[in-house]
Protein backbone atom coordinates (compact mmCIF):
# COMPACT_ATOMS: atom_id res chain seq x y z
CA UNK A 1 0.00 0.00 0.00
CA UNK A 2 0.96 3.57 -0.17
CA UNK A 3 1.67 5.68 3.06
CA UNK A 4 3.37 8.70 4.22
CA UNK A 5 4.24 9.11 7.48
CA UNK A 6 4.76 12.57 9.42
CA UNK A 7 4.65 13.45 13.27
CA UNK A 8 0.80 14.18 14.38
CA UNK A 9 2.25 17.00 16.67
CA UNK A 10 4.93 19.46 16.65
CA UNK A 11 5.62 21.95 19.35
CA UNK A 12 8.40 24.68 19.61
CA UNK A 13 9.25 28.49 20.55
CA UNK A 14 8.98 31.64 18.78
CA UNK A 15 11.72 32.53 17.10
CA UNK A 16 13.13 29.12 16.72
CA UNK A 17 13.54 26.75 13.97
CA UNK A 18 12.14 23.52 13.60
CA UNK A 19 12.01 20.42 11.14
CA UNK A 20 8.44 18.44 10.29
CA UNK A 21 9.98 15.14 8.88
CA UNK A 22 8.31 13.08 6.26
CA UNK A 23 9.03 9.56 4.74
CA UNK A 24 7.13 8.41 2.11
CA UNK A 25 6.35 4.70 0.35
CA UNK A 26 4.41 5.06 -2.82
CA UNK A 27 4.20 3.64 -5.99
CA UNK A 28 5.87 5.80 -8.12
CA UNK A 29 7.21 9.24 -7.36
CA UNK A 30 7.19 12.31 -9.14
CA UNK A 31 7.52 15.25 -6.11
CA UNK A 32 6.86 16.27 -2.63
CA UNK A 33 4.81 18.78 -2.09
CA UNK A 34 4.22 20.39 1.33
CA UNK A 35 1.19 22.74 2.20
CA UNK A 36 0.13 24.99 4.92
CA UNK A 37 -3.61 24.56 6.59
CA UNK A 38 -4.88 26.79 9.16
CA UNK A 39 -7.66 25.51 11.58
CA UNK A 40 -11.22 26.36 9.58
CA UNK A 41 -8.97 27.08 6.56
CA UNK A 42 -7.96 25.42 3.31
CA UNK A 43 -4.45 23.94 2.16
CA UNK A 44 -2.24 26.31 0.52
CA UNK A 45 1.01 25.49 -1.03
CA UNK A 46 4.23 25.78 0.56
CA UNK A 47 6.58 24.17 -1.58
CA UNK A 48 7.56 21.65 -4.19
CA UNK A 49 10.64 19.15 -4.67
CA UNK A 50 11.07 17.11 -8.19
CA UNK A 51 14.65 16.35 -7.52
CA UNK A 52 16.83 15.98 -4.33
CA UNK A 53 18.37 18.97 -2.60
CA UNK A 54 16.81 21.72 -0.80
CA UNK A 55 14.60 24.94 -2.10
CA UNK A 56 14.33 27.95 0.38
CA UNK A 57 11.36 29.77 0.16
CA UNK A 58 12.04 32.74 2.44
CA UNK A 59 11.81 31.53 5.99
CA UNK A 60 11.06 28.05 4.88
CA UNK A 61 12.59 25.31 3.06
CA UNK A 62 11.57 22.27 2.00
CA UNK A 63 14.61 19.40 1.56
CA UNK A 64 13.95 15.62 -0.20
CA UNK A 65 16.32 12.60 -0.69
CA UNK A 66 14.52 10.04 -2.94
CA UNK A 67 16.78 7.61 -2.04
CA UNK A 68 15.89 7.39 1.12
CA UNK A 69 12.57 8.25 0.61
CA UNK A 70 12.45 11.19 3.09
CA UNK A 71 11.79 14.98 3.15
CA UNK A 72 11.45 17.42 5.65
CA UNK A 73 9.90 21.20 5.77
CA UNK A 74 12.13 23.28 7.94
CA UNK A 75 10.71 26.95 9.08
CA UNK A 76 13.13 29.54 10.65
CA UNK A 77 11.76 32.35 13.19
CA UNK A 78 8.95 31.01 14.34
CA UNK A 79 6.19 33.15 14.60
CA UNK A 80 2.86 32.43 16.09
CA UNK A 81 1.09 33.03 12.66
CA UNK A 82 2.82 29.45 11.33
CA UNK A 83 0.71 27.46 14.04
CA UNK A 84 -1.05 25.09 11.82
CA UNK A 85 -1.25 21.58 10.36
CA UNK A 86 1.82 21.40 7.78
CA UNK A 87 0.70 18.34 5.26
CA UNK A 88 3.35 16.08 2.90
CA UNK A 89 2.17 14.57 -0.43
CA UNK A 90 3.55 12.38 -2.96
CA UNK A 91 2.74 12.39 -6.80
CA UNK A 92 2.43 8.97 -7.66
CA UNK A 93 2.25 6.90 -11.05
CA UNK A 94 -1.24 7.89 -11.48
CA UNK A 95 -0.28 11.37 -11.38
CA UNK A 96 -2.17 11.29 -8.17
CA UNK A 97 -1.30 13.58 -4.81
CA UNK A 98 -0.77 11.23 -1.72
CA UNK A 99 -1.48 13.16 1.47
CA UNK A 100 -0.33 12.41 4.82
CA UNK A 101 -2.11 12.89 8.27
CA UNK A 102 -0.78 15.94 8.85
CA UNK A 103 1.81 18.17 11.57
CA UNK A 104 -0.13 20.00 13.62
CA UNK A 105 2.53 22.76 14.93
CA UNK A 106 2.15 24.55 18.18
CA UNK A 107 4.40 28.00 18.50
CA UNK A 108 4.53 29.06 22.32
CA UNK A 109 5.48 32.52 23.19
CA UNK B 1 -7.49 37.01 -10.34
CA UNK B 2 -10.68 34.71 -8.44
CA UNK B 3 -9.56 31.92 -6.48
CA UNK B 4 -11.53 28.51 -5.98
CA UNK B 5 -15.17 29.28 -5.52
CA UNK B 6 -17.15 26.89 -3.26
CA UNK B 7 -21.08 26.64 -2.56
CA UNK B 8 -22.27 26.30 0.01
CA UNK B 9 -20.13 27.23 3.03
CA UNK B 10 -22.11 24.81 5.22
CA UNK B 11 -24.89 22.98 5.10
CA UNK B 12 -26.69 20.92 7.80
CA UNK B 13 -28.84 17.69 6.05
CA UNK B 14 -30.90 14.54 7.69
CA UNK B 15 -29.55 11.53 7.26
CA UNK B 16 -31.18 9.93 4.13
CA UNK B 17 -31.37 13.33 2.43
CA UNK B 18 -29.65 14.13 -1.24
CA UNK B 19 -27.09 17.03 -0.82
CA UNK B 20 -24.61 18.89 -3.66
CA UNK B 21 -21.82 21.06 -3.73
CA UNK B 22 -20.84 23.09 -6.42
CA UNK B 23 -16.89 24.51 -7.59
CA UNK B 24 -15.82 26.96 -10.00
CA UNK B 25 -11.77 26.29 -10.54
CA UNK B 26 -9.77 29.11 -11.38
CA UNK B 27 -9.78 30.02 -14.99
CA UNK B 28 -7.91 28.13 -17.10
CA UNK B 29 -7.08 25.20 -14.45
CA UNK B 30 -7.34 22.11 -16.66
CA UNK B 31 -7.84 19.92 -13.26
CA UNK B 32 -10.40 19.94 -10.72
CA UNK B 33 -10.09 17.58 -7.22
CA UNK B 34 -13.22 17.05 -5.10
CA UNK B 35 -11.24 16.14 -1.75
CA UNK B 36 -13.19 14.84 1.74
CA UNK B 37 -11.07 15.56 4.57
CA UNK B 38 -12.14 14.68 8.18
CA UNK B 39 -10.95 16.51 11.88
CA UNK B 40 -7.53 15.89 12.08
CA UNK B 41 -6.42 14.16 8.67
CA UNK B 42 -5.30 14.81 5.58
CA UNK B 43 -7.09 15.23 2.07
CA UNK B 44 -8.04 12.04 1.00
CA UNK B 45 -9.13 12.48 -2.91
CA UNK B 46 -12.48 11.00 -4.34
CA UNK B 47 -11.83 11.93 -7.64
CA UNK B 48 -10.17 14.11 -10.17
CA UNK B 49 -11.03 15.36 -13.43
CA UNK B 50 -8.76 16.39 -16.14
CA UNK B 51 -10.72 18.98 -18.31
CA UNK B 52 -13.94 16.84 -18.48
CA UNK B 53 -13.02 13.84 -18.23
CA UNK B 54 -13.15 11.84 -14.64
CA UNK B 55 -9.74 10.16 -14.68
CA UNK B 56 -9.59 8.55 -11.52
CA UNK B 57 -12.42 8.51 -9.18
CA UNK B 58 -11.50 4.55 -7.51
CA UNK B 59 -11.58 5.91 -3.74
CA UNK B 60 -15.65 7.75 -4.91
CA UNK B 61 -18.15 5.38 -3.43
CA UNK B 62 -20.27 5.22 -6.44
CA UNK B 63 -23.62 3.64 -4.73
CA UNK B 64 -24.05 7.07 -3.41
CA UNK B 65 -21.67 9.77 -4.34
CA UNK B 66 -21.63 11.34 -7.84
CA UNK B 67 -19.69 13.85 -9.27
CA UNK B 68 -20.01 15.74 -12.92
CA UNK B 69 -17.69 18.29 -14.62
CA UNK B 70 -19.89 19.63 -17.41
CA UNK B 71 -17.38 21.83 -20.53
CA UNK B 72 -14.38 21.41 -18.63
CA UNK B 73 -15.23 23.92 -15.87
CA UNK B 74 -17.28 23.93 -13.15
CA UNK B 75 -18.10 20.78 -11.20
CA UNK B 76 -20.85 19.50 -8.73
CA UNK B 77 -20.57 16.49 -6.56
CA UNK B 78 -23.87 15.05 -5.25
CA UNK B 79 -24.76 12.67 -2.32
CA UNK B 80 -27.85 10.58 -2.34
CA UNK B 81 -28.90 9.52 0.16
CA UNK B 82 -26.42 11.17 3.20
CA UNK B 83 -25.28 8.80 5.92
CA UNK B 84 -23.82 10.04 9.31
CA UNK B 85 -20.32 8.84 8.06
CA UNK B 86 -20.41 11.63 5.61
CA UNK B 87 -20.42 14.39 7.69
CA UNK B 88 -16.59 16.11 6.58
CA UNK B 89 -15.28 18.81 4.78
CA UNK B 90 -15.34 18.87 1.12
CA UNK B 91 -12.67 20.41 -0.60
CA UNK B 92 -12.70 21.58 -4.43
CA UNK B 93 -9.04 22.21 -5.88
CA UNK B 94 -7.89 22.50 -9.23
CA UNK B 95 -4.64 23.03 -10.77
CA UNK B 96 -2.76 23.17 -14.05
CA UNK B 97 -1.84 20.93 -16.54
CA UNK B 98 -2.92 17.03 -17.09
CA UNK B 99 -1.41 13.70 -16.50
CA UNK B 100 2.83 14.16 -16.45
CA UNK B 101 2.42 17.91 -17.02
CA UNK B 102 0.10 18.35 -14.51
CA UNK B 103 1.48 20.92 -12.04
CA UNK B 104 1.68 20.29 -8.61
CA UNK B 105 0.92 23.28 -6.71
CA UNK B 106 -3.08 22.84 -6.27
CA UNK B 107 -5.57 25.91 -5.12
CA UNK B 108 -7.91 24.84 -2.51
CA UNK B 109 -11.42 26.84 -2.04
CA UNK B 110 -12.64 27.19 1.15
CA UNK B 111 -14.84 24.03 1.16
CA UNK B 112 -17.84 22.69 2.52
CA UNK B 113 -18.57 21.62 5.70
CA UNK B 114 -21.63 19.12 5.65
CA UNK B 115 -22.93 18.00 8.77
CA UNK B 116 -25.38 14.93 8.59
CA UNK B 117 -28.05 14.31 11.33
Known amino acids: GQSLEQPSEVTAVEGAIVQINCTYQ??????LSWYQQHDGGAPTFLSY??LDGLEETGRFSSFLSRSDSYGYLLLQELQMKDSASYFCAVRDSNYQLIWGAGTKLIIKP | EAGVVQSPRYKIIEKKQPVAFWCNPI?????LYWYLQNLGQGPELLIRYENEEAVDDSQLPKDRFSAERLKGVDSTLKIQPAELGDSAVYLC???????????????FGPGTRLTVL
Open chain 2, 27 to 31: SGHNT
Open chain 2, 93 to 107: ASSLGVGAFAVDEQF
Open chain 1, 26 to 31: TSGFYG
Open chain 1, 49 to 50: NG
